[in-house]
């Protein structure tokens, strides 16, 4: 007979695994960029907005899916349709997704692990500003520096998996995310206390409406995707471990919830103290790569500042990677009948082997393009988070809207809200997300040259 399949030990022990593979790079580097950049306060004002419309009726929806069906991401929608049918392809898309996010994740991961080191060797603290810029040009050309980190990251997450959903997952997760939340925590009094605080509470919330364009909106949507998890199989592969008896919508809540205020922590924790040092918020890697351990070398406390800021990214990458190998590991465990060991160490090392030419994009292979003179990594990051997650989401909403069964089935699960949460929920996922994912989806195809690349490639 077949092992029994596994489920969370509890309701905190689900709602810190979920809320720690939401909170990752996202939260802490890429949001309170872009707030900064898209209007400050407008920006954060549409953002809540896209997250209740969207974000939160597609975790719903996923989640909804996985405790139903108790199955991987692709089992799930065998299971919902009683046969292998087109459905699979959403389940097939995720899974898919995961896979190439699990294998470029890693590989920054990486880099902020050599960070943590840097930060407990003392590198940082009263180095010279020039000096310490450098270090991410030098990180990024050395491949084999960068190939040792990605592979300690990669093993760190297999160690975790291979222990299983309670012995690995949940008990790290209820580790790893109260320290999480408490250096961030210290991080971000240590901004409110810094005299930029005034200067990065203007730059995060102050509202311009000015800077708002209908690319900010955009923005902002597909960022909730990302941001949650969503589209890449995790969300559905953890719902399908929740108890019968849990309540779905609030653990759903509290995950949105604890991801949207470690967003906004983040950017109070990282923007003030950047402007205390006189230094501009960079875009891109070169936000926390660059100018945070800049600011780290400069202001009082910078040596052990920079070791809980750099842990904390650490912690953020190791919580949401797990889930995206969890998410692969457990369609081979469903749907091929492989163990837990076999699964977890061919998936690490896949994923480990795909990786590689992202830690070589900046080296070895920094003459090769792909996508639209894209660097492999940034081709690969293209795909994942443009495309395949939007397009999973679009067809997850559509599917659990229109096509899955009677309402009983879908209000039954959505029993612990109040009377008015499931109609709601309803309208949201038939009309309202999925026109809102498709509207992002064609405008990201529009803008990456997507048609121009693939009419290239068929002359
Ligand atoms: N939700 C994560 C974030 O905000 C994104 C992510 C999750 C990426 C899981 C990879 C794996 O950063
Ligand atoms: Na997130």
Excluded at 97 to 119: C, M
Excluded at 140 to 168: E, P, T, Y
Aim: hydrophobic share 55%; with cysteine.
């Amino acid at each position: 007979t077949p092992a029994q399949r596994p489920q969370w030990g509890t309701r905190i022990g689900f709602v810190l695994a979920a809320a720690g593979s939401a909170v990752g790079l996202g939260n802490i580097w890429k949001f309170p960029y872009i707030a900064g950049q898209n209007g400050g306060g407008a920006f954060v004002l549409v953002y809540l907005v896209c997250i209740v419309l969207v974000g939160l009726p597609i975790m719903l929806a996923e989640l909804m899916v996985g405790r139903h069906t108790k199955k991987d991401a692709i089992g799930a929608f065998i299971a919902l349709e009683h046969k292998r049918s087109w459905w699979q392809t959403p389940g097939w898309i995720s899974v898919s997704a995961a896979f190439i996010i699990s294998s470029y994740y890693s590989v920054v991961a990486g880099w902020t692990l050599d960070y943590v080191y840097r930060a407990l060797m003392g590198r940082f603290a009263g180095t010279d500003p020039a000096v310490v810029e450098g270090m991410f040009g030098t990180l990024i050309a050395d491949g084999s520096r960068q190939m040792v980190w990605h592979f300690v990251f990669m093993a760190l997450c297999l160690a975790i998996v291979i222990s299983g959903v309670q012995k690995g997952i949940e008990r790290w997760s209820k580790i790893l995310m109260p320290i999480l939340f408490l250096l961030l925590t210290l991080l971000f009094v240590n901004g409110m206390i810094s005299p930029g605080a005034r200067q990065g509470l203007e730059f995060m919330f102050s509202p311009d409406f000015n800077k708002l364009t209908p690319g900010s909106v955009l923005e902002a949507l597909g960022h909730s995707f990302f941001t949650l998890s969503l589209g890449m199989a995790a969300m559905i592969t953890y719902g399908s471990y929740l108890k019968r008896e849990e309540d779905l919508f609030a653990a759903g809540l509290r995950v949105v919830i604890l991801d949207t205020v470690i967003a906004l922590m983040a950017g109070l924790a990282i923007f003030p103290i950047v402007f205390a040092v006189g230094m501009a918020p960079a875009a891109g890697p070169g936000l926390i790569f660059k100018t945070i351990p800049v600011v780290f070398s400069q202001i009082p406390g910078g040596a052990i500042l920079a070791v809980f800021f750099f842990l904390l990214l650490s912690f953020a990458a190791l919580t949401s990677n797990i889930s995206l190998l969890e998410a692969q590991v457990a369609y081979l465990i469903d749907e091929r009948g492989w163990g837990r060991k076999t699964a977890t160490c061919t998936i690490a090392a896949l994923a480990f082997t795909v990786g590689i030419p992202t830690a070589l994009s900046y080296n070895v292979m920094a003459d090769w393009t792909f996508i639209g003179n894209r660097s492999f990594f940034d081709s690969a990051d293209l795909i994942a988070s443009n495309y395949l997650l939007p397009i999973a989401g679009l067809l997850i909403a559509i599917y659990v809207g229109w096509f899955w069964g009677g309402d009983e089935e879908k209000e039954e699960l959505m029993a612990g809200g109040a009377g008015w949460v499931y109609p709601v929920w309803h309208v949201l996922i038939r009309f309202v997300s999925p026109l809102a994912v498709a509207i992002v989806l064609y405008y990201k195809i529009d803008e990456a040259g997507l048609w121009a690349w693939l009419h290239g490639l068929l002359q």
